[in-house]
């Protein structure tokens, strides 16, 4: 039945039906004329809205607009913060590769790269979903029973509803675990490989991709790859402090690494780690050392760690955490790296020095560190066997080095697990023609390695070493042995003032001794 306008009835109020008979309508109802009685209320025939309605529509206009407004401003913000360095880059900033922002005065930085990764994942994502969302609502408003759309269009307004996070941690914790054996299966065949470079200079294939310094710093870097997790890192080069510590972090955190770092020995670049990274962590951290000399795979080492005694020494309780490091080829041992008197030492144990293997020149060190903290002249140490050995001293030094009753060398021998025969200079047969220190002719030799002026404080005798952060170097007056140390991670080798080692140093540089520094 069609409707007219001229058959709608308006009315200020909406009546109450009256009953048959009483002479009222019924809305709706057929009338006497057969025109057919339609009421509407005033207030939607006036088109005005109550004042709920309006506020609303103000609120909800409002929340738009603060939203529109904040994202101008944002942008406004970033521009106006990123002009200056868009006027200094010295790159294409929307079609360059490069990103190079480490140096100041020559930045070189684009988002091409960027650009492309976003403009594709939006297409293939909308690409994907269009066509879903077109079929399921289609599905749903013309061709799904009721029961099946309403049931649906719920499932479809939670989508909307539900932050897309809450979702991540469901395919994380229940998909994920599903997906293992497809994530195993493409880790066997083909490897995520990642570089660190500063500067990024490597020539590698498009499949790899190239990570500089974030702001100049390598930590950054690391915490955006730490988010992809490649398989493998290349990082080149490991050199400060600081990139051995990114290196060091990235690897315990399971990632695999490959350190570019220059040296001279193989055992040289793992000496690198001493004081960097706690001793105990080493193998861990590096497992393996491959050196390149002239282009060509000269030499490559194991790392492992194991509690044991040193090699050359016998008391049980000198046992200790020893790191081996081996021939990859042979597995034959080529150092260990311990602490010994709380000084980290690296002890080689081949013959390539000469007649003294390392642990007897290590020996030889400590034997003559105990035996100059109690005596004042020249001392010299011969081993005569794997746990003997003879110390010649000035015949003045004898009872200071003996002690009452033989207490103090028996201590110094209880400490070293060595016997000791002491015996003055007269009694060394090697003795004759050895250079004095005195005015007796001899002729002094020149010191050798790299000569140093200490720097007496009020709590530390200080030995600036800066270039040879990690390295374990021996510091000699005029050629004599005084002691054997790890140069700190600040460059430099402090002793406390009041010890043995510190009087010593000290009574060198009184003397006009030249004090100099020599690899260990």
């Excluded at 790296?337 to 390539?352: A, G, H, K």
């Excluded at 030889?364 to 010299?380: D, F, L, P, T, Y």
Aim: a negative charge; charged letters at 20%; zero cysteines.
């Amino acid at each position: 039945m069609a409707l007219h306008p001229d058959d709608v009835t308006r009315s200020p109020e909406t009546p109450t039906a009256a009953a048959p008979g009483a002479g009222g309508k019924i809305p709706g109802m057929p009338d006497h004329s057969g025109k057919t009685s339609l009421t509407i209320p005033s207030s939607l025939s006036t088109g005005k809205h109550q004042f709920g309605d309006k506020f609303f529509r103000w609120l909800a206009t409002g929340a738009g607009a603060t939203i529109v407004v904040s994202i101008g401003l944002i942008a406004i913000f970033l521009l106006i913060r990123a002009i200056p360095s868009l006027q200094a880059n010295n790159a294409n900033f929307f079609t360059s590769t490069e990103f190079v922002t480490s140096d100041a005065s020559n930045l070189r930085f684009g988002i091409r790269d960027l650009l492309t990764v976003t403009v594709l994942s939006s297409v293939f994502a909308l690409a994907i979903a269009v066509p879903i969302a077109l079929g399921i609502a289609v599905f749903l408003t013309q061709y799904a029973p009721a029961r099946l759309s309403h049931a649906f269009g719920s499932i479809v307004d939670l989508l909307a509803a539900v932050p897309s996070i809450v979702f991540g941690l469901w395919g994380i914790f229940i998909l994920a675990p599903k997906l293992s054996p497809v994530a195993e299966f493409l880790n066997d065949n083909d490897y995520a490989v990642k570089t660190m470079e500063k500067p990024r200079d490597l020539e590698v294939s498009d499949e790899v991709t190239q990570y500089t310094a974030l702001n100049g710093d390598m930590a950054k870097t690391a915490d955006s790859l730490l988010l992809v997790r490649p398989d493998y890192t290349i990082y080149d080069e490991v050199r400060k402090t600081d990139d051995f510590e990114v290196f060091a972090d990235m690897r315990l955190a399971g990632v695999g690494m490959v350190g570019v770092v220059h040296a001279t020995r193989a055992i040289d670049a793992l000496q690198r780690l001493v004081g960097r990274v706690e001793l105990g962590m080493i193998p861990q951290v590096v497992d393996t050392v491959v050196y390149i000399e002239a282009g060509e795979v000269h030499t490559v080492y194991d790392v492992t760690t194991e509690v044991k005694v040193p090699e050359g020494l016998t008391a049980e309780d000198l046992a200790r955490p020893v790191i081996q490091v081996a021939d990859f080829e042979t597995g034959t041992p080529a150092y260990e790296i311990y602490t010994f008197n709380r000084q980290v030492i690296t002890v080689p144990l081949d013959d390539e020095a000469g007649n003294d293997t390392g642990v007897d020149r290590i020996a030889k060190q400590e034997i003559e560190r105990e035996i100059r903290s109690v005596a004042r002249g020249h001392v010299n140490v011969e081993l005569t066997g794997q746990n003997n050995a003879i110390v010649y001293v000035e015949e003045s030094d004898i009872s200071y080095v003996i002690g009452k009753g033989g207490g103090r060398i028996s201590d110094i021998e209880d400490r070293l697990g060595i016997d000791i025969d002491v015996r003055t200079h007269e009694d060394n047969p090697d003795a004759g023609g050895a250079a004095t220190n005195g005015s007796g002719g001899g002729v002094e030799a020149e010191p050798a390695g790299e000569i140093v002026q200490p720097e007496i404080t009020a709590r530390h005798v200080v030995i600036r070493m800066d270039g040879h952060v990690g390295e374990t170097v021996e510091v000699r007056a005029d050629d004599e042995y005084l002691f054997t140390a790890t140069v700190s991670s600040g460059g430099d080798i402090q002793i406390s003032r009041g010890s043995a080692i510190a009087e010593e140093l000290e009574d060198a540089i009184d003397r006009k001794q030249q004090i100099a520094v020599l690899p260990a």
